[in-house]
Structures are given as structure tokens and as C-alpha cells.
């Protein structure tokens, strides 16, 4: 849970050596670079990770359901035939899925219709027109003046052909007709059968493709590692025979880059972090918190002055996912599907990071789900172990409510207390402790001591760290120098300019009541379900068992979905924004080292 160190390098040696040079700082991997002159538009940010061919290729590939076992002789290994083959392949999958798609409509709308082919000019010039027309509106045929003819009907339509030279007038009948094409149903099928074994052709070879996997990705991160290169270049400055590279590097990184700098005969030089630069943000965090690393990254990248609020989010987020769901029955559902992929997602490191995300995630809501003892929207036997356990009810307002709001104000004094350590401004600190006791006084007074059964001592304690509070802001939340009284009225103005974020603040605190409302409305559905699936049952007897049972899948299937969504982007909101709002002060951008991509054999 740290933002890594960095220092500013810059290397010095022989324009004659620059690509020797470059390519050994390549292969060390640890410095970020810093452009000193613009660079090409060909060589634009993101270059070598643009969508290529060979990209397009390997990600087709790496796809393959099945994969065959790994190449690794390049002798065998042909780049331009194997991303041909591989895009030609993606190309016909494409295509022959979305013909499949359409073959089937076709089957599905004609099928009423029968097997038939169109008589062509047998009929003497006329024409066979057809109509499906609801049961509603048959009475209409009575009054038809063309010859006309049922062939098939169901529960809701009849379908019929009407003879004509040209086609009936739109007022002729209470529907238009329908297009059936001149393709026969039984022709239909054959094609259809025929799109499916070359489906299952394309499939095996998809497959048999997939053993070239390891070492398409070996040849795309070479190009991609000359690409990198070739725009490095572009961002070095020469003058009168002096090649100059610049860049951030790890502190602890330094001694490396010494050696190589010593080896190479080259000038190095090492400084510290200036007030006034910009470097970007490294974040290190434990293996098993990465997850809360890749959240943290995927919103807001935080400066490099700022803090890393990773693991914070990682618990939290899980936290407040498992008080959306509230049910433990949900959560050992949701752990089916992390189970069957638990090997396919340790084979890459996102995939390793997102499932101990998923591991806390769903441990939490068991945990909370076992507490408020709902298990698919029911209740444990009374008296048993797991009815022991039950310590909280979603429906007493009297409790969830001041529970989510404690949350939410635990979450804010925390994302003040760390944004005051990490303030090098006396008043930026002072402003931040300030809030805290805001955030106390405010809890102390409306939560624990509001109504009339509230701690008067409660509420003593939350008008004086109000007061303490809103005065520190106003008294010592400015940095302006004090050396007359229109600079302190100056001051006491910058301070009070810091109050008109009260409202935010209590609007922010009581955001966490989603919290409250979310889970109660999830546990909610959940006996409505339960009770409606009842319903059925008692009152059809034998149907009425897989009515119910249809009733409850399908309820718990939309009240799970609905509560995995909003456990989703009600968890990560509060996260993101009340949490972020209040913590972070900067936002920064990610350091990307100029290193290999290479695979080594």
C-alpha cells in the first residue's frame, strides 16, 4: 500500500552508441522516459499498443475454447501465413455465424408456412400473396373478394395465400402480407445444416491454429519491443555528438542503473524529485491486494504526492458489495461460477488479482449474509446453530440505518485522516483534521444523540467538535501571512470559504444510507418471491409445484442480478466518489517502464 519512490536520471554518452544504449536500458526495464523533444505524430502515445494485425491474430487465437499444445521450434514458425490464416479464420467465423443466424429466423418464420415451392407460371400470370392474420381479425376474409386459402393455423394466427395477378390493395385485408422469399423451407434447412459443418470445420481449425499461440506472442512483443525502441529514439536529444536520455526510475532501481551507466562508460546523473515536477505514479502493492490496485487504476490514477488508497478500496468495496446482496445464499451461488474458472483465471496475473478480489467479495457477503440470516430470502430454523448467528435484521431502520451511516462516516474520517498526513500545507492539514471533527460532531449529535432518547452527552460532545471544527477552518485554514487586519480579514475569509463544503460533506455521509436501502430492498424481493412461489404452490395443486418453483428461479435470478449490479456500481461510487472526493488530491498518471516485452525461452 505505497506509491513507489522515484528519481530523475539523466544519462549521457555518444550519439554514435545510441542504439546500443537505448537497447540496454530496454533490456534493464526500469526507467519511465521523459521526452525531451516532441515527438513524431507516427510515434504518438500508445503506438506500440495499437490494435494490429498481429495483435487482432494472437487475440483470435488465445480464444480458441480448446488449445493445442504450444509450438516452440521457430523453424516451423511462419508469421505472415499463420496471422492470415488466423484472420482468414475469424473473417469466415463472422460471416458463416451471422448467416447461420439468419438461416434460423428464416426457418423459425417460415415453418408455419409448410414446405412448398412458389408455382412460378403454372398459375396462368396469377400470383400466390400470404398473410398471417390473428384470430381477432378473420371476420375480415368473409368479406374477400379473391380466392384465398387456409394453410395452417395455431393458438394465435391463421395463415392463408391469397390468389392474385398483382398484389391485394393494403385495404384489401387487416395485415400486410408477409415476405416468405422463394427459397423453399426444406432448402433452407440443407443450408443451414451445411453453415453448421463448416462451422465445425473453422471450429478445428481454430484449434489446430491455436498451437502456434506462444509463438505469435513472442514475435508480436519483438515488434512491439522495436516499435517502443524507434520511438524512444525519437524522444532522445542529440547535440554536437551527445546522445541525452531522461528519465524517472525507482530510487531503489538507482544502484542498477549505476552499474550499467559504469559498464557502458556513460554519465549518469541522479536527483531527487523537484518541487515542481510532475513524475508519474508507481503503485506496490501485495499480490493478494492487486485487485484493489486495479480498481484504484481503472478510475483514477492518484499523484505522485498523493497516497494509495488501494487496499482501502479493496476491503471497503467488498464490504459494501456484500450489504447490497445481504444473503448468504446469493453469495454461495455467485462462488459456483469463480470455482469453475478458478484455474483459467490463475493462468494470467489480472486473472490471479481479480480472483482473490472475488475470493474477499463473496467471503464478505457470506459473512454478512449468515449475519442477517437470510439464505435465498429465508429464515434458519429458530433454535438452530446457524439461527445463533443471526445478530442483524435488514428491516429495523432503528439499527441498519445509523449502522450505514457509522459506515459512511468511518469511510470519511479516514479518507480525511490520510489526506492530512499526506498535506505538506499547515492549512491543508488543518482543514482536513477539521472535517474529521465535522464528520464526529455531526454523528455524535443527529446519530447518537438525536431524538429523545438520545445520550445528552452525545450530544454535548457533537456541538463541541462542531464548533471546533467549523472555527479551526475558519480561524487556521489559510496560509496567507498575518501582518495586518486586512490580511486577517483576508484570512478569515479563505477559511470560511472552506464551509461551503458542508453540504457536500452531509450530503456525501448520508450517500452511505444506500447502503441500508439497497440491502433491504434485495432481502425484500428475495420473501416476495418466496411468498408468491407459495402462493402458487397452495393454490394449484400438482402444476402448482413447477409454477413455483418457476416462480422462484426466475425472481431470484432478476433479484440477484439486480443486486450483483448495484453491489457493483453503488460499491465502487461510494469508493470512488465520496471516498476519492475527500482523500485524494491530485490525480496522476501511471509509470510505464520503457522495458522488453519480449518473451525469454
Keep these: 500500500m505505497t506509491i513507489v519512490a522515484l528519481c530523475k536520471v539523466t544519462v549521457c554518452g555518444a550519439s554514435a552508441d545510441k542504439a546500443a544504449l537505448l537497447a540496454g536500458l530496454q533490456s534493464l526495464g526500469c526507467m519511465h522516459p521523459i521526452p525531451l523533444r516532441p515527438a513524431p505524430a507516427e510515434f ?9 494485425p498481429a495483435r487482432q491474430a494472437w487475440r483470435h487465437l488465445i480464444e480458441a475454447p480448446r488449445q493445442r499444445k504450444r509450438v516452440r521450434d521457430r523453424d516451423r514458425f511462419d ?6 490464416a488466423a484472420l482468414e479464420n475469424k473473417r469466415k467465423f463472422r460471416e458463416l455465424e451471422d448467416r447461420r443466424a439468419f438461416l434460423a429466423y428464416r426457418i423459425e418464420q417460415l415453418s408455419p408456412w409448410g414446405n412448398f415451392v412458389l408455382p412460378g407460371e403454372t398459375l396462368g400470370g396469377y400470383l400466390l400473396w400470404f398473410y398471417r392474420i390473428p384470430h381477432s381479425k378473420t371476420k375480415s376474409l368473409q368479406d374477400l373478394a379473391l380466392p384465398w386459402q387456409t394453410l395452417h393455423e395455431d393458438r394465435q394466427f391463421v395463415y392463408i395465400a391469397v390468389i392474385a395477378a398483382k398484389e391485394p390493395a393494403p385495404d384489401a385485408l387487416p395485415v400486410p402480407r408477409t415476405h416468405t422469399g422463394s427459397v423453399p423451407l426444406d432448402e433452407l434447412k440443407r443450408q443451414l445444416q451445411e453453415t453448421e459443418i463448416e462451422l465445425e470445420d473453422l471450429a478445428a481449425e481454430h484449434e489446430s491454429l491455436s498451437r502456434w499461440v506462444y509463438l505469435l506472442a513472442k514475435s508480436l512483443a519483438r515488434v512491439e519491443d522495436a516499435v517502443a525502441l524507434r520511438q524512444a529514439e525519437q524522444q532522445t536529444l542529440d547535440s554536437q555528438g551527445i546522445l541525452v536520455v531522461q528519465g524517472w526510475v525507482p530510487q531503489r532501481k538507482s544502484a542498477e542503473l549505476e552499474q550499467f551507466a559504469q559498464q557502458h562508460g556513460l554519465a549518469l546523473a541522479i536527483e531527487p524529485v523537484g518541487p515542481e515536477d510532475t513524475p508519474p505514479t508507481l503503485m506496490e502493492n501485495p499480490p493478494l491486494l492487486r485487485g484493489g490496485q486495479d480498481l484504484v487504476s481503472f478510475y483514477q490514477m492518484p499523484g505522485y504526492r498523493d497516497w494509495d488508497p488501494s487496499n482501502v478500496v479493496f476491503f471497503s468495496f467488498g464490504l459494501f458489495f456484500a450489504m447490497i446482496v445481504a444473503d448468504a445464499g446469493y453469495a454461495l451461488l455467485l462462488a459456483i461460477p469463480l470455482l469453475y474458472n478458478w484455474r483459467r483465471m490463475g493462468k494470467s496475473a489480472n486473472g490471479q488479482h ?9 467471503g464478505a457477503s457470506l459473512l454478512y449474509g449468515i449475519l442477517v440470516g437470510s439464505y435465498f430470502g429465508f429464515s434458519p430454523p429458530a433454535g438452530s446453530f446457524v439461527a445463533q448467528l443471526n445478530r442483524l435484521d435488514v428491516s429495523q431502520f432503528d439499527i441498519m440505518m445509523p449502522l450505514s451511516i457509522f ?3 468511518s469511510h470519511l474520517v479516514f479518507a480525511n485522516a490520510a489526506a492530512a498526513l499526506q ?16 464528520i464526529l460532531g455531526g454523528f455524535f449529535l443527529f446519530v447518537l444523540g438525536g431524538g429523545d432518547d438520545g445520550s445528552a452527552a452525545a450530544k454535548t460532545a457533537g456541538i463541541a467538535l462542531l464548533i471546533l471544527g467549523l472555527a479551526s477552518m475558519v480561524l487556521l485554514g489559510s496560509d496567507r501571512k498575518l501582518d495586518s487586519i486586512p490580511s486577517a480579514c483576508l484570512r478569515l475569509v479563505d477559511g470560511a470559504r472552506s464551509l461551503t463544503g458542508i453540504t457536500t460533506m452531509f450530503g456525501d455521509a448520508l450517500s452511505y444510507l444506500r447502503l441500508f436501502a439497497l440491502g433491504l430492498s434485495s432481502a425484500s424481493l428475495a420473501i416476495t418471491f418466496n411468498n408468491l412461489a407459495g402462493l402458487v404452490a397452495d393454490a394449484v395443486p400438482g402444476l402448482g409445484i413447477l409454477l413455483a418453483s418457476g416462480i422462484f428461479i426466475l425472481g431470484h435470478g432478476i433479484n440477484l442480478l439486480l443486486a450483483i449490479i448495484s453491489g457493483f456500481v453503488h460499491g465502487l461510487r461510494l469508493n470512488f466518489i465520496e471516498f476519492f472526493r475527500w482523500s ?7 509509470f510505464r517502464p520503457f522495458a522488453k516485452k519480449e518473451i525469454e525461452s
Excluded at 354 to 362: D, K, S, Y
Excluded at 584 to 590: A, N, R, T
Aim: net charge negative; charged share 30%; hydrophobic share 50%.
Design 44 to 52: 504518438e502515445e500508445g503506438t506500440a499498443d495499437r490494435d494490429t
Design 79 to 84: 508469421l505472415d501465413r499463420v496471422v492470415r
Design 354 to 362: 481479480l480472483r482473490v478480489l472475488a475470493v474477499w467479495i463473496l
Design 407 to 409: 459506515i459512511g462516516c
Design 423 to 438: 498535506a505538506n500545507k499547515f492549512s491543508s492539514k488543518v482543514i482536513h483534521l477539521a472535517w474529521i471533527a465535522v
Design 584 to 590: 485524494l488530491e491530485e490525480e496522476g498518471y501511471s
